[in-house]
């Protein structure tokens, strides 16, 4: 059974940080690419960062310079580092492994971590 387990969520105040952690379980989680994605209230959900098997990394536009996304393939984990937080960052931000295998993609999701940033 494939899991996604993200962590690191919570309340924080405009300008702090966090770290999400999504734990991969169930695959093999260095031919999978990651990525995370965010929805925000009555908004479509986006991507926010990736980072290839190989270790090339992408970043929305609107949100260069203030993430980090990594990976470690001995635990089966990704992580995104978000600085300097911002009110509209508010939203569920979501972990997801693909891969594209002689056409074929096979995808997980995870169930979503909440950011809240408030004052």
């Known amino acids: 059974q494939v899991q996604l387990v993200e962590s690191g969520g919570g309340l924080v105040q405009p300008g702090g940080s966090l770290r999400l952690s999504c734990a991969a379980s169930g695959i093999i989680f260095s031919i999978y690419n990651m990525a995370w994605y965010r929805q925000a209230p009555g908004k479509q959900r986006e991507l926010v960062a990736a980072i290839t098997t190989g270790g090339s990394t992408n970043y929305a536009d609107s949100l260069k310079g203030r993430l980090t996304i990594s990976r470690d393939n001995a635990k089966n984990t990704v992580y995104l580092r978000m600085n300097s937080l911002k009110p509209e960052d508010t939203a569920v931000y979501y972990c997801?492994?693909?891969?594209?295998?002689?056409?074929?993609?096979?995808?997980?999701w995870g169930q979503g971590t909440q950011v809240t940033v408030s004052s």
């Open positions: 997801y492994a693909h891969k594209w295998d002689g056409g074929t993609t096979t995808d997980y």
